[in-house]
Structures are given as structure tokens and as C-alpha cells.
């Protein structure tokens, strides 16, 4: 649309116009007078035509500035600008595996399954235990993949990522893993008659990627 101001102008430009028609018009009237031709009237009708040409000629040039700015501006919106596009964040993650005092029974074991997944960074289980009962308040532990829990519980030859020397009373791990499935166990297969309290905290420590704007 157009503004008071622009239309004003406008309508200005065109009364000039139509006044210097006029001017012509009489000049030629007066011209043809003397030459005895009858003097030929202005056209009212042709002044207000010409302001509606320009005003409508004004109106769609207007619409056409105003509606290329606008695709221009949804074409910037589409396209992903420097501060729209995704960046990507790395935070910690701290996955409790086991927490508190845990009773391992004469001639059995504990385990706890651990699943490392492809979003899973840096995996890596850490904790410590603590065994009390018996007469050598002790016990037995391991981190192993699933082949070789099964050997190392039923006493053959296991390779493992971690293991107590033997028999121990208190101990730490802090093992990094690849993607899979581990066991942490916890063996008192070789007591016949006493349980063993177990007091644990083990934790799967791991970096997640996070997408963000």
C-alpha cells in the first residue's frame, strides 16, 4: 500500500502534468482561433484517469519491492544459518552398577551383566569392595567377558580384564572397556558353610554425545 506522503507526491506530479496539458491545450485553441478552428475543451475525464493509472502503477510496484523482500527473507530462514546449525557436546554419564553391601552365599556367586554400546565413550567400570565373614574375610572377584566368567566360576583357565589375586579382603578396579558384555562376579565357591558380606560400589563412568542449537 502506498503512503499518504507517496500518493500525495504522486497526485501532485499528475495535477502538473494535467495542468501543463491544460496550458498546451490552450495554447493550441488559442492558436487554432486565430486561424478560425473552434477551440477544443480539456478532458476531465482523461485527468482522472491518469491519477488512477499512476496510483495503481505506484500500488503494484510497491507489492512487488514488498513481496521480493519477503522471499528473500524465507530464503534466508530456510537455509540454516551459522547459529542454527546442530553442534555436538560430549557430557559424562555415571551409570551405578551396584551400590551398598551385597551377601554372597557359601558355594555361590554374584554377577552383575554390563552392556557397553556404541553411544557408550570411553567406557570404563571402577569401584572397590570390601568382604567381611568367615575366619580370612575374603572373597574372590573378576571382570571378564561372558566365555570366560563361565571358565574362570567353574575353576578352568580364563583370560580376564581384572581379578583378585586369589582370595582378598578389600580391593579396587578401574577398567576400560570395549563394546560388548562383561560380568563383574563376585565368587564364594570355595567357602562350603559361611556367606560373605560384600560391601560394593561400582560404577560404569562413560562421555555421551549431545546434539544441540
Known amino acids: ?11 501532485d506530479e499528475e495535477r502538473k502534468r494535467i495542468d501543463e496539458e491544460e496550458y498546451r491545450a490552450e495554447v493550441r485553441a488559442k492558436l487554432r482561433a486565430d ?3 473552434p477551440p477544443k475543451k480539456s478532458n ?19 507489492f512487488n519491492s514488498n513481496f521480493a523482500g519477503a522471499g528473500g527473507q524465507a530464503t534466508r530462514t530456510a537455509g540454516a544459518s ?3 546449525e546442530p553442534k555436538t557436546r560430549y557430557v559424562p554419564v555415571d551409570q551405578k552398577i551396584a551400590t551398598g553391601q551385597i551377601v554372597v552365599k557359601a558355594n555361590g556367586y554374584v554377577q552383575y551383566r554390563i552392556t557397553v554400546t556404541p553411544v557408550m565413550l570411553e567406557p570404563t567400570l ?59 562376579v563376585f565368587s564364594n565357591r570355595f567357602s562350603a558353610f559361611t556367606d560373605k558380606q560384600v560391601f560394593l560400589e561400582a560404577d560404569l563412568n562413560y562421555r555421551k554425545a549431545q546434539t544441540y542449537f
Not at 1 to 11: F, G, H
Not at 161 to 172: A, D, Q, S
Request: hydrophobic fraction near 40%; include cysteine; charged fraction near 15%.
Open 35 to 37: 486561424h478560425g478552428a
Open 1 to 11: 500500500m502506498l503512503t499518504p506522503e507517496e500518493r500525495a507526491r504522486i497526485q
Open 126 to 184: 571402577t569401584g572397590s569392595f570390601t568382604c567381611s565373614g568367615g575366619s580370612g574375610n575374603d572373597i574372590q572377584a573378576v571382570i571378564a567377558d561372558e566365555t570366560n566368567f563361565m571358565n574362570w566360576i567353574n575353576g578352568h583357565q580364563a583370560r580376564v580384564f581384572w581379578g583378585t589375586e586369589g582370595k582378598e579382603t578389600t580391593g579396587r578396579f578401574d577398567v576400560r572397556l570395549g563394546l560388548g558384555t562383561y560380568y563383574l
Open 44 to 62: 476531465a475525464l482523461a485527468w482522472v484517469v491518469g491519477i488512477g493509472v499512476v496510483v495503481i502503477i505506484g500500488g503494484a510496484i510497491l
Open 82 to 84: 551459522p547459529e542454527m
